[in-house]
């Protein structure tokens, strides 16, 4: 199995930028498509954005596109998720999730991470 941990999760206010990082463990990680998902209370969880093994093809959810990036370094065994002029819509846990294989922008990835909390206050 892959071991997920997030950081980098805060408060901040409306405009400003955080970026979450995603470590990996337990298993290669260069060969595993990696994603950003999100979940606010009393919504289902959504895909954020999401990155292939090689770091060739990414995918956004069309809610962030243009503010956040989505970026991994296999030799860090970790991904990154920069988050710019955020909005107090974008308040949520947010997942880290790796799948072996292709990348997709659904829920259908193999391990997740703990969550780590975004607030973003108006």
């Known amino acids: 199995q892959v071991q997920l941990v997030e950081s980098g999760g805060g408060l901040v206010q409306a405009g400003g930028s955080l970026r979450l990082s995603c470590a990996a463990s337990?298993?290669?990680?260069?060969?595993?498509?990696m994603g950003w998902f999100r979940q606010a209370p009393g919504k289902e969880r959504e895909f954020v954005a999401a990155?292939?093994?090689?770091?060739?093809?990414?995918y956004y959810a069309e809610s962030v596109k243009g503010r956040f990036t989505i970026s991994r370094d296999n030799a860090k065994n970790t991904v990154y998720l920069q988050m710019n002029s955020l909005k107090p819509e974008d308040t949520a846990v947010y997942y880290c999730?790796?799948?072996?294989?292709?990348?997709?922008?659904?829920?259908?990835?193999?391990?997740w991470g703990q969550g780590t909390q975004v607030t973003v206050s108006s």
């Open positions: 337990g298993r290669t990680f260069s060969y595993y498509a």
């Open positions: 990155i292939s093994w090689s770091g060739g093809t990414t």
């Open positions: 999730a790796a799948r072996e294989g292709r990348v997709v922008r659904t829920v259908e990835y193999d391990y």
